[in-house]
Structures are given as structure tokens and as C-alpha cells.
């Protein structure tokens, strides 16, 4: 846990800020059961091939890459996870009135379970709970997919149109939706505190709102077990378990 003094100082922050916008990074959920990609215990760290499930072009081009990852997909921890004091936390910020918008890279759905309004939360990476097709513009709940995966199938294809269905996720060398990540970087020049929370901030373009907020005056506090690139930047970084700093440093 980082000293009283530095927590007490960024807590003040926070008590006067008026417009707070969080970033988050899968760091958050961590607590929560659900592993990391870059951290110690990370999925990549651990497993580095298993990188090679998070890029769309394997996935479109290796049928075998699709049943795994739909394996994956069913045996997933965001189905059970809990949101844990991290999350709690952010949501009595918003209770505040203090929060401006969340933006987060996860794609486990923890912020809306602990209470976040959908309105302020900005998911750049989509959700797992949703599926897509990726040739037409059919959208619907996992659940449905689950349900045709425990009858056998290994590879479902869109009922629709016949196409490559997949989580309604952002892979590694996918396009992110029109206007997300503008609204990230709109809602980074609004808020007068960036806190960066459980992320290396090593992708982009989301990485970028961290020092677009400090470029529009914003203070910057990261909150993090690891170092990251926009360490130097920051008016404070604090290291330490999220779940014991975020309810310490929010309120
Ligand atoms: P990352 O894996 O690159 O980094 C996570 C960081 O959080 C690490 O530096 C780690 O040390 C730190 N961390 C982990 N647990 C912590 C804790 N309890 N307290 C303090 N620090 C902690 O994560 P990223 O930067 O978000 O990039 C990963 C990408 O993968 C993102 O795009 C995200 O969409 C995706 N992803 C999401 C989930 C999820 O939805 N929960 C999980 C894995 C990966």
C-alpha cells in the first residue's frame, strides 16, 4: 500500500475535482478472478501462444482458432465473476456525482454489474456477453450462442448469413466501432482528473487518452502494480493492490 500521505493527497484531488475520468484496464478484475494478459500471472505470460487467439487474423483464417476460442468463450470467469472493491469503488464516485465517464479496455462487464450507468461507461474493446457476425450486422446476447455450442457445435456460424461469428470484442488488428474512441478522447479533454487504473497502457490508440488529458490540464494519477510508459508524466502513481487503493482514494 503506497503512504498515508500519498493517498491522502490524491484523495483531495479527487474530493475537488468536479469531472473525473477513469480509465481501466483488465488490472481491475484481477480481483475479481479473471487473469490479466501482461501481468505475472497473465494469460500471455503464462501462455504466450495464446496470444494468438486475441488476433483476428488467425481467427478468421484457422477454423481450429475459432473452436478454442469459442471453448474459451463458454468456460469464460466474467459468466460468475463478482465486481470487487475496485469496481465498487468507481461506481460510489459516480454515486458522487464526480465521475464524467469510464472508459474502459475490459470486456468482462464488471463496471455495469457493480453499478455503473451504461451512459458513462465507454466499453473501446466491446463486451464478451454480446456476439457478432463479422460479415453482416447481426448482434445478439451470448447466451444464444452458448446454448447451440453445449448442443455440439464447435464452429456456429451466423444464422443470418452464414458468416464467422465471434464475441462482440476488439481483437488485436480489428477496427475499433466509429465513434468509441472519439468519445474516449473527447470525454480525456473534458475532465480536469485522468485516473488510469490496472492497465500497462501499452494499447493503442486507448493508451492516448492518458496524455491527451495532461495536454488539456487534467491531473494525471495511475494506479498500478507494474510501472507504465506515462509514469513520468504523472502527478502521482500509486502501486499497490487496486482493491486496498481505489476505496481508499475515492470515497
Ligand atoms: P495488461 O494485462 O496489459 O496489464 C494489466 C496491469 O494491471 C499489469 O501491469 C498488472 O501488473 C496490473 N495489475 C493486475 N492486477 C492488479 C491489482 N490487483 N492491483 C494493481 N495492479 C494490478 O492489461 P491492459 O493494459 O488492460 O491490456 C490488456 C488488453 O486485454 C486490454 O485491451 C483488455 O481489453 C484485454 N483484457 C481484458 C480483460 C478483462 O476484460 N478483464 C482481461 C484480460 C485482457
Redesign the pocket.
Known amino acids: 500500500m503506497p503512504d498515508p500521505a500519498s493517498i491522502a493527497r490524491v484523495r483531495g484531488w479527487i474530493d475537488a475535482a468536479r469531472k473525473v475520468t477513469v480509465l ?9 478472478g ?7 500471472q ?3 505470460t503464462t501462455n504466450p501462444k495464446a496470444e494468438k487467439l ?1 488476433d483476428i487474423r488467425y481467427y478468421v483464417s484457422d477454423p481450429e482458432v475459432r473452436r478454442l476460442a469459442w471453448q474459451n468463450r463458454l468456460a469464460h470467469p ?1 459468466w460468475t465473476a463478482s465486481p470487487n472493491r ?1 469496481h465498487l469503488a468507481l461506481a460510489s464516485l459516480e454515486a458522487r456525482g464526480k465521475l464524467h465517464a469510464l472508459i ?5 462487464g ?1 463496471h455495469l454489474k457493480a453499478g455503473n450507468s451504461a451512459g458513462r461507461v465507454v466499453e ?2 466491446g463486451t ?1 456477453l454480446f456476439v457478432a457476425c463479422l460479415q453482416c450486422d447481426w448482434r445478439g446476447p451470448m447466451e444464444a450462442v452458448a446454448e447451440r455450442l453445449r448442443a455440439g457445435e464447435e464452429d456456429p456460424s451466423c444464422t443470418e448469413c452464414g458468416g464467422i461469428l465471434k464475441s462482440d ?2 481483437s488485436f488488428g480489428q477496427s475499433l466501432k466509429p465513434g468509441v474512441i472519439e468519445r474516449a478522447m473527447r470525454c480525456a479533454q473534458e475532465c480536469d482528473l485522468m485516473l488510469a ?7 493503442y490508440p ?2 492516448g487518452v492518458v496524455p491527451v488529458a495532461k495536454q488539456f490540464d487534467a491531473k494525471l494519477v495511475i ?4 510501472p ?1 510508459p506515462f509514469d513520468d508524466i504523472a502527478d502521482a502513481v500509486l ?5 486496498d ?1 481505489l476505496p481508499a482514494i475515492c470515497g
Open positions: 481501466t484496464g483488465a488490472g481491475i478484475s484481477t480481483e475479481s479473471i487473469p490479466d494478459f501482461r501481468g505475472p497473465g494469460v500471455w486475441s466474467a475496485g474502459t479496455q475490459n470486456i468482462d464488471l473501446v474493446h464478451v470484442t476488439i487504473v490496472g492497465s500497462t497502457l501499452q494499447v486507448v493508451a494506479v498500478n502494480a507494474q507504465t502501486a499497490g493492490s487496486i482493491g487503493i
